[in-house]
């Protein structure tokens, strides 16, 4: 379409003529351009939405927009959607386009255990212990310590660890265009019960001898033959017989130690002179 001239003629029904000219300007429409009518982003990201015009431009959208003013407009990506940009020159002439927000969401777990309690004593465990995973590939993941990293893959996994110290984990998971997922796990390593150092000892046949144990919370003694109560730091050991007893120290955190203690039983008619010593 381009400017001209038009003319208009009219004849009645006597067969006059008449006729006019109108002239018709075609004006320039705004120059309107987008750099692209597609982007990924992160959820929860701040982006710029771009537009190349000479005129001043109005955004449109429902949600999102935290400006709709300018050539760039800062948006919230809080879901898919399409938003709209209005050119508009002086002389009432104007140009819409459109730019699509695909969002991405970062893979990520839920339903875990952030602080996990251990003993030295006990085997390897798996963290997260459980989990609920959200996430569609392609991603890629790295489980990391302060020093050192455990395990990297683009298949979310659990991974065992034995940590001699209280010890962080952390988790990062990070989607084809970057979205970034983080998490991470204390495994907290209690210290296991000072059970002070038992001795042998030697008694006569029908006698008992305390037994002492110390350093612990809650004790358990092995067999319970002879024992006054086994469940006790100091009980009364009187057996007829050789007997070796262990003792089981436990703290309140159910990190454990273990000692033990050989009560030989001799009948005094009959005991060496080594062991009438030791009586």
């Not at 067969?15 to 009518?37: D, E, H, I, K, Q």
């Not at 300018?70 to 002439?93: K, L």
């Not at 969002?103 to 251990?118: H, L, Y």
Request: charged share 20%; glycine share 6%.
């Amino acid at each position: 379409i381009r400017s001209q001239q038009y003319k208009v003629i009219v004849t009645d029904s006597n067969g006059c003529v008449n006729y006019a000219f109108v002239n018709v300007t075609v004006l320039p429409a705004p120059s309107l351009n987008l750099p692209t009518n597609s982007v990924r982003a992160c959820k929860g990201d701040t982006i710029i939405l771009r537009a190349n015009s000479s005129q001043d431009l109005t955004w449109f959208s429902a949600k999102g927009l935290l400006d709709n003013k300018g050539n760039a407009v800062r948006c919230v990506v809080d879901s898919s959607r399409t938003y709209t940009v209005y050119a508009e020159t002086q002389s009432g002439c104007s140009a819409v386009d459109a730019i699509r927000v695909e969002v991405e969401e970062a893979p990520s777990i839920s339903g875990i255990q952030r602080i996990i309690e251990t003993c030295p004593e006990e085997d390897s465990i798996d963290i997260p212990r459980s989990f609920i995973f959200g996430g569609v590939p392609p991603y890629t993941y790295a489980w990391f310590t302060q020093n050192d990293t455990i395990a990297t893959g683009t298949t979310f996994k659990q991974i065992k660890v034995k940590p001699t110290q209280t010890t962080m984990y952390h988790l990062v998971m990070t989607s084809p265009i970057g979205c970034v997922y983080r998490d991470s796990i204390l495994v907290s390593v209690n210290s296991k019960p000072q059970l002070n150092r038992l001795k042998d000892t030697v008694i006569c046949k029908g006698s008992g001898i305390m037994l002492d144990a110390s350093g612990s919370d809650v004790y358990s003694w092995l067999p319970v033959t002879g024992l006054s109560n086994p469940a006790i730091a100091q009980p009364i050991a009187s057996p007829q017989t050789t007997t070796r007893y262990i003792v089981k120290g436990s703290s309140l955190k159910g990190c454990s130690a273990f000692d033990t203690v050989t009560i030989t039983v001799v009948e005094i008619g009959r005991a060496s002179w080594r062991e009438r010593v030791l009586i």
